[in-house]
C-alpha cells in the first residue's frame, strides 16, 4: 500500500493550494484519512481528519480557511487550502487508515510529504 501526494509548492500570502493523495496497493478498505503538518523544528500536528462517512474535524489554526474531502471510488483525500498563511509553511503528509483484506485489521499508513511554503 502506498499514499502518494501532490500539489504542494511555493504561494504567496493569501494564495490558495490544493493538495491531492492518492493511495495505492492492496487495499480492502479505508477508515479515516487524515493531514498532518509537520513546521521546521516543530512537532507533527494534526490538520484535518475525514471519516469515511464524510464527517471532518479541523485543528483550530485551519477553521475556515482549509477543507477537506475524499472520494472514496479513487481512494483518494483532498485538502483545500484558501487564504494561507506564512505560519502553514510546512510539510504536509498524508495518512489512512486502511485495511487490506477483510481479516486484516486497519493499520496506519502514511505519504512521504509535500512541501508547502507560503511567502509573505
Known amino acids: 500500500v502506498q499514499l502518494v501526494e501532490s500539489g504542494g509548492g511555493l504561494v504567496q500570502a493569501g494564495g490558495s493550494l490544493r493538495l491531492s493523495c492518492a493511495a495505492s496497493?492492496?487495499?480492502?478498505?479505508?477508515?479515516?484519512m487524515r493531514w498532518y503538518r509537520q513546521a521546521p523544528g516543530k512537532q507533527r500536528e494534526l490538520v484535518a481528519d475525514?471519516?469515511?462517512?464524510?464527517?471532518?474535524n479541523y485543528a483550530d489554526s485551519v477553521k475556515g480557511r482549509f477543507t477537506i474531502s475524499r472520494d472514496n471510488a479513487k481512494e483518494m483525500v483532498y485538502l483545500q487550502m484558501n487564504s494561507l498563511k506564512p505560519e502553514d509553511t510546512a510539510v504536509y503528509y498524508c495518512?489512512?487508515?486502511?485495511?487490506?483484506?477483510?481479516?486484516?485489521?486497519?493499520?496506519?499508513?502514511w505519504g512521504q510529504g509535500t512541501q508547502v511554503t507560503v511567502s509573505s
Open positions: 496497493g492492496s487495499i480492502f478498505s479505508i477508515n479515516a
Open positions: 475525514i471519516t469515511s462517512g464524510g464527517i471532518t
Open positions: 495518512n489512512a487508515e486502511i485495511r487490506r483484506t477483510p481479516v486484516n485489521i486497519f493499520r496506519d499508513y
